[in-house]
């Protein structure tokens, strides 16, 4: 039997607010001879109406059971419920992303009916599948996020103002982990006005620190500790123990720290301790990216703002849903 039919159903609105299909993408799938068949009501919490699927070539249902027992293809932006699960078909395929750590049981079952499963988030980062790299576009929208998420919380101007009554001087942003989405952080609290400065565990990183403007702190004799496939691997304790002295003596002098570390596939690294936090300004904020994967952060926990000592720290459990539609 050829696949031709791709379906989508309404992830749980919830904690979920980005959907799998946009009425751009109807007109691809229809072009290439999909049927698309979506549950009525698809976009409408992100102001696309179902006229818009009509009108690109999308057939609308009302139930979620009709449309995946209809589709060969379903796409998702998180893990299936149980529900949904029943009512997949056995040999269809889903392609989405999800976590085989916290998703372990549905997947496990999704396994036993057959179902062929592609979780974009696990693609490796090379050339040919940069069109289909899920984790660094959404990385990249995230690290834009907590930076005006941060400045929001933060009772101060960002860039240097030079008044009649006076000069205000720049807030001083820390971005821990220079990966995609602290790269994109680094560059938005650049262009808000900030001082920024980087720390990551990868050499690369520098350069990529520097040409946007931003001054890199490395750890003396530091090794670098990058994955062939371009990622953050472990550091050793000699490593941590100097990074934690290093960031000692910066983390006090910053208005603002935005913490993206993470390690594939293990729990996010703790890289700033309860003493750290404590020893930085009243009124200044942590934004922690890492907090679902555990938190790069003492303090830090999901959808909530601490405050320790007069410095805030927060960090939510999926800032993607404040730009779901882009």
Do not use: W
């Not at 062939?228 to 100097?242: I, M, Q, T, V």
């Amino acid at each position: 039997e050829i696949m031709k039919i791709i379906g989508s159903v309404k992830e749980d609105l919830t904690n979920e607010k980005r959907i799998a299909i946009t009425p751009e993408t109807v007109k691809k799938f229809v072009q290439l001879n999909f049927s698309v068949f979506l549950e009525k009501k698809y976009g409408e919490h992100l102001s696309i109406n179902d006229e818009e699927y009509k009108n690109k070539g999308a057939t609308l249902y009302g139930s979620v059971k009709e449309v995946l027992e209809k589709s060969q293809i379903i796409l998702k932006v998180n893990c299936p419920s149980n529900d949904e699960i029943n009512s997949i078909k056995d040999k269809s395929i889903l392609i989405g992303q999800f976590d085989p750590l916290s998703d372990k049981e549905i997947l496990n079952k999704l396994i036993k009916k057959n179902i062929n499963i592609f979780s974009l988030n696990l693609l490796p980062r090379i050339t040919r599948a940069q069109s289909m790299d899920v984790l660094s576009s959404q990385a990249n929208l995230a690290g834009y996020r907590a930076v005006i998420e941060t400045v929001e919380e933060f009772g101060k101007a960002v860039p240097m103002m030079m008044t009649a009554a006076g000069t205000i001087t720049p807030a001083k942003v820390l971005v821990v982990g220079v990966g995609v989405a602290g790269l994109q952080a680094i560059a938005t609290a650049k262009r808000l006005g900030a001082v920024v400065s980087a720390t990551d565990v990868r050499t690369v990183a520098k350069e990529q620190v520097e040409s946007l403007g931003g001054k890199f702190l490395t750890v003396e004799g530091a090794e670098n500790l990058e994955t062939s496939g371009g990622y953050a691997k472990e550091a050793g304790e000699d490593f941590k123990k100097k990074q934690a002295e290093l960031l000692k003596n910066s983390i006090k002098k910053n208005d603002i720290v935005i913490c993206t570390a993470l390690i594939p596939g293990k729990k996010a690294p703790r890289i700033i301790s309860e003493e750290m936090v404590k020893s930085m300004k009243p009124g200044s904020i942590i934004y922690d990216l890492a907090v679902n994967q555990g938190g790069n952060s003492a303090f830090s926990e999901a959808d909530k703002v601490n405050v320790v000592n007069g410095v805030k720290v927060m960090g939510a459990k999926n800032i993607l849903n404040k730009l779901a539609l882009t």
